[in-house]
């Protein structure tokens, strides 16, 4: 699985941005996604995962109630809708793919598939 997020950019507190992470292949369908950050000089951390499904979905709780996952099977594509932003937010954001999305939601270094990372910048 091949993974291409897109969708990030500089925006002022408060404001919105929607991240996409499309996925190569015919078996999306087979894997739970997730979404992590990485803020200069610190580790990276979970974001958000939800399951193969699409039934359930889970958040880290610096972003629950403001941000939302999702996924679209017939685009092979999952989402992060990120609102009332903060400076707090600016990190890199990475997609992720497991079949497993105890491995996404817990231990992320054996999650089997990243993306390239792009850049999310909030200014206050």
């Known amino acids: 699985v091949q993974l291409q997020a897109s969708g990030g950019g500089l925006v002022q507190a408060g404001g919105s941005l929607r991240l996409s992470c499309a996925a190569s292949?015919?078996?999306?369908?087979?894997?739970?996604m997730g979404w992590f950050r990485q803020a200069p000089g610190k580790e990276r951390e979970f974001v958000a995962a939800?399951?193969?499904?699409?039934?359930?979905?889970y958040y880290a709780d610096s972003v629950k109630g403001r941000f939302t996952i999702s996924r679209d099977g017939a685009k092979n594509t999952v989402y992060l809708q990120m609102n009332s932003l903060k400076p707090e937010d600016t990190a890199v954001y990475y997609c992720?793919?497991?079949?497993?999305?105890?491995?996404?939601?817990?231990?992320?270094?054996?999650?089997?598939?990243w993306g390239q990372g792009t850049q999310v910048t909030v200014s206050s």
């Open positions: 939800i399951r193969r499904s699409g039934g359930s979905t």
């Open positions: 292949g015919r078996t999306f369908s087979s894997y739970a």
């Open positions: 992720a793919a497991d079949r497993d999305i105890v491995q996404i939601t817990n231990t992320p270094r054996f999650v089997d598939y």
